[in-house]
């Protein structure tokens, strides 16, 4: 039971990706998703999560207004559209489920620890 991230490249800053996460073995209309990333030498970053029925969207700030988050149960897939990438944007991206989105104020939105089912991610590449 995995998810597994694609949809990564190489793209200029400025430019757009959209990422897809897609589920074997079990059905997502359950679970709420959560989209993360991790850059070199940096701790992995919650970036945002969608409920199980796409009612409800969180962002992290670092993402908010540039990423969107959205799912299609019928094709058991969620996506994030990422618009205005930055350099700095620049991680391998993982998606992951949890029962249900919990947003947390502070620095970390998003606490890993609520999440399971991690797949291996798909790297993106900002260039200046």
């Known amino acids: 039971v995995q998810l597994q991230a694609s949809g990564g490249g190489l793209v200029q800053a400025g430019g757009s990706l959209r990422l897809s996460c897609a589920a074997s073995g079990f059905t997502l209309d359950y679970y709420a998703i959560g989209w993360f990333r991790r850059a070199p030498g940096k701790e992995r970053e919650g970036l945002s999560c969608?409920?199980?029925?796409?009612?409800?969207?969180y962002y992290a700030d670092s993402v908010e207004g540039r990423f969107t988050i959205s799912r299609d149960n019928a094709k058991n897939t969620v996506y994030l559209q990422m618009n205005s990438l930055k350099p700095e944007d620049t991680a391998v991206y993982y998606c992951a489920a949890t029962r249900m989105c919990h947003m947390y104020s502070g620095r970390t939105r998003f606490r890993p620890t609520e999440f399971g089912s991690w797949g291996q991610g798909t790297q993106v590449t900002v260039s200046s």
């Open positions: 969608i409920s199980s029925n796409g009612g409800s969207t």
